[in-house]
């Protein structure tokens, strides 16, 4: 059986719909080498949309002014919303970094009722900003902060020590002391330089990136390592494909096949599923 597949291409092709129809990201300047790990990093940035449990740091305080715009974040972020209009307005642009999240794994939302004025994907923007921890099932919103406080020591402090589950796998152990300490301004200086650093805490505790880390160019480590993965799995169902080449051929004889024409196969996704396909047949396979 003749048999032409190019999985990879299939999902770089829906990878690239996501971004450019969903996500609103200009991709002519992204070369297609990099468009899976562009891609994890800008998925890294958003919040998966699913309904959380809200648990408040025992510092929370929310200012008076913001009370009614923290009432509606926090409505949608217990209803399982998408928050991405609160998020910055920076998730849409393919590179942007995001030094908070990468090394805390801490995301900022604001707390704005209306419309941006210019991108009507967004909210308004607030100078105070929500600092949050989400995981599946829970948002842990550790308070407040003022939009730009990025390097904050307490921020960190007060998710390790309301939630030291959280840290618990960053931990680095046999670590006594770092060769200097460093302050909150040269923290912004070193992941502005594409440092990934480790977070020394009140209790003893060093932490390494909560967030994943990042290169020297800003892109989420994790996020390539996300792409390396999702990469390796499509492979590994296109090779499943040509090993079943015969058992494929019986099938689309079925449907007329002869036996000598190349037939084209296609990974397909819509609406969170993903099958297999082969042009000019009716035959499908779902994809697990």
Same mark, same amino acid.
């Given at each position: ?13 829906? *990878? ?10 200009? =991709?002519?300047?992204?070369?297609? /080498? ?12 958003? @919040? ?34 998408? =928050?991405?209009? /609160? *998020? ?19 995301? /900022?939302?604001?707390?704005?009722? $209306? ?15 929500? %600092? ?20 904050? $020591? ?25 060769? !200097?300490?460093?302050?909150? &301004? ?25 967030? !994943? ?5 800003? @892109? ?9 993965? +999702? ?9 499943? @494909?040509?090993?079943?080449?015969? +058992?494929? &051929? ?15 196969? /296609? ?10 396909? %082969?042009? !000019? ?8």
């Amino acid at each position: 059986m003749l048999l032409q597949t190019d999985f990879v291409k299939d999902w770089h092709t829906e *990878l690239q719909r996501i971004m450019e129809q969903e996500w609103a990201m200009d =991709l002519s300047q992204v070369p297609a /080498h990099d468009l899976a790990a562009l891609f994890f990093h800008a998925m890294r940035r958003r @919040i998966e949309p699913r309904p959380r449990i809200i648990k408040l740091s025992t510092s929370f305080s929310c200012p008076a002014p913001h009370a009614s715009g923290w009432a509606s974040l926090r409505r949608k972020i217990e209803d399982g919303n998408d =928050l991405s209009p /609160h *998020l910055s307005l920076q998730i849409e642009k393919v590179m942007a970094k995001d030094p908070l999240l990468f090394d805390w794994g801490i995301y /900022h939302l604001h707390l704005g009722e $209306s419309a941006h004025p210019n991108n009507g994907n967004f909210v308004e923007r607030t100078g105070p900003v929500l %600092f949050g921890f989400p995981t599946k099932e829970i948002f842990h919103a550790i308070g407040i902060y003022e939009h730009g406080a990025w390097s904050d $020591s307490s921020v960190i402090e007060t998710l390790h020590s309301n939630w030291p589950e959280l840290t618990t796998g960053a931990k680095l152990h046999g670590v006594a002391s770092l060769t !200097g300490n460093y302050t909150d &301004e040269d923290r912004a200086k070193l992941r502005a330089a594409g440092v990934n650093l480790i977070t020394p805490l009140s209790d003893g505790t060093f932490i390494t990136a909560l967030g !994943g880390g990042y290169s020297t160019n800003g @892109i989420s480590t994790s996020g390539v390592r996300a792409a390396d993965r +999702e990469e390796d799995k499509i492979r590994g169902i296109q090779d499943q @494909i040509h090993v079943a080449s015969l +058992e494929l &051929e019986q099938a689309l004889k079925v449907e007329g096949y002869d036996g000598t024409q190349t037939v084209v196969a /296609h990974l397909n996704f819509a609406s969170g599923n993903c099958w297999i396909s %082969f042009e !000019g047949f009716n035959l499908t396979f779902d994809v697990e």
